[in-house]
DNA sequence: CGTGCAATTGATCTAACTCAACCAACGTGG
DNA sequence: CCACGTTGGTTGAGTTAGATCAATTGCACG
């Protein structure tokens, strides 16, 4: 873990993603007081551990700057990813029950996060009932996310669903939403999407093939949205 | 849609999952006013539909006896799982950010289901800050639940985790763990853990086989925990 | 007492896994 | 500067877990 503490300028009013985190729909005049609750902005190398499993839960994480996954060792030592976090995307939230996290939490690129004390976001929330409604919203967002990965039909379903699914998030972003970089190795993609990695090369390969998309290693641009979305089928 | 208004007793004060819903935790002098949110308790028949794809988002609901799933219809007309709800646990999560159901609720076996308004909860929470935590703590339960169920690993393993899931879910509602009826059929079974119905009655007369479970139809006596645990292996 | 739905079991087939070879990019140390 | 190992990715050949197709049974219900 080489995480560092920042005294870097990072505040709420000028953040990429305040269209998306805490600070969504709030007033203006609202913001350097969502800002006061971040305790800390971590900065994180690539593979570098925010959280481990049993670490006691005080805190959420937002996603400032990159991108990172949540998983855990297999019995037989092998990686699940269980999430995937990007930009203004807040993480966090198995925690609460049991007051403590149940995944490791790893930066799959150079990242930035605020931490954000649960026990001083609870006191904000009851001075603050949009702020409320926002953490609600927030949350109802990563179970529809989920959603949108079912467990069954095929793999290149699946497949799409998940490059549809980062296209949109990073759309909302800033991105272009045609053009964008994968985070993930293939082996990565591969474990949360519950194939090998030979599979997804495979399945990136036939998207190529049939024009769908463009890939160079990370890099993809989607070249028939209406075919990714056939793909995908849903 | 043959759900109908009830007239009867029902209140949070002596319901049988006040230790799992949201009264959980909350002070006894509390229960009226949360038992006030309450719109309305509907009584469902096996199959009746809470709610439709598309239905406004204004009321969460809260399974006061049997149970209910949520899903959607394929595109080819098939049925895709996305939830199981059993006693106390809370549904509607995913409508707060859209503002509208992305899914059917349908009842599995005949259920009571309480309705609370999400404006009137959001209301209360403002003067109840023990209420605000209880509800993360639901909303944070139902992350973890889902981290249960891996796409990786085999059918075999995903169908023991399930088993073991539905074991300790109605456990904490005052079952046994050891014996419960499944409220799915194969086919539901199938449909939520991703693969056919053939497979998981291959797979349930394997347990059966090695002793793990007895099974009669929709009823499961678990034989061997530990074996179950193996089974799952997580 | 038949009709229909749920469940089980068998026989075959196929999508995805496993094992394996190979390539490209990259960093490190002699 | 080049040899080297390492890491990530692609592709091929053979294998298998689970899907598909199909037949049979049991039970609930009008």
Sequence with gaps: MTSCLSASPHNCQNCAAARLCLPMGMDHLDLPQINGLISRRVHLEKGDVLIQPHDPFRCFFAVKQGA????????????????????????GFEGIDTQTFPYYVTALVPSVVCEIPYEK?????QAMPALQHQMFKL?????????????????????AAFLLSISTR???????????????????????????????????????????IAVDGKHVEVLSMRGLQKAAAT
């Design 139 to 159: 949350m109802s967002q990563r179970f529809s996310m989920d959603v949108g990965l079912p467990r069954n039909n095929s793999s290149l379903e699946r497949l």
């Design 170 to 212: 990073l759309q909302r972003g800033g991105g272009s939403g045609a053009v964008f970089d994968l985070p993930l190795t293939r082996q990565e993609l591969a474990s949360y999407l519950g194939m090998t990695l030979e599979t997804v090369s495979r399945l990136i390969s036939r998207l190529k093939k049939e024009a769908i």
């Design 68 to 91: 990172l996954k949540s998983h855990t060792i297999d019995y037989v030592g092998r990686e699940q990813i269980w999430g995937i976090y990007l930009l203004g995307e807040l993480l």
């Design 121 to 125: 976001l609870m006191q904000l929330i």
